[in-house]
């Protein structure tokens, strides 16, 4: 089994910072690119920020300059460091990543369970 957990979600104030956490473990062989998606309510979940194994990464043109996703590939640990937060940012974030298992070829999601941003005006 892999588990996803995150952690550093929280209420801010518009134009705090917030930094959240997501520690992938189990049976990992590998763990390729890494993620953070966000979903609002009545809104669908949409990508936030990526990062490849090699660290090459991208984000949403809505929180490009303000957040950076970074990743600890010694801790199978993935980052996103929010900075400038406005209301809109306001979401339950999920952590994803593609992870090759021990003794076998394939490579598969998951997810973490969630952790709510909430940004006040």
């Known amino acids: 089994q892999v588990q996803l957990v995150e952690s550093g979600g929280g209420l801010v104030q518009a134009g705090g910072s917030l930094r959240l956490s997501c520690v992938v473990s189990g049976s990992i062989f590998s763990i390729n690119d890494m993620g953070w998606y966000r979903q609002a309510p009545g809104k669908q979940r949409e990508l936030v920020a990526a990062i490849t194994s090699g660290g090459s990464t991208n984000y949403a043109d809505s929180v490009k300059g303000r957040f950076t996703i970074s990743r600890d590939n010694a801790k199978n640990t993935v980052y996103l460091q929010m900075n400038s937060l406005k209301p809109e940012d306001t979401a339950v974030y999920y952590c994803?990543?593609?992870?090759?298992?021990?003794?076998?070829?394939?490579?598969?999601?998951?997810w973490g369970q969630g952790t709510q941003v909430t940004v006040s005006s």
């Open positions: 994803n990543a593609n992870v090759r298992r021990w003794y076998s070829p394939a490579r598969n999601d998951y």
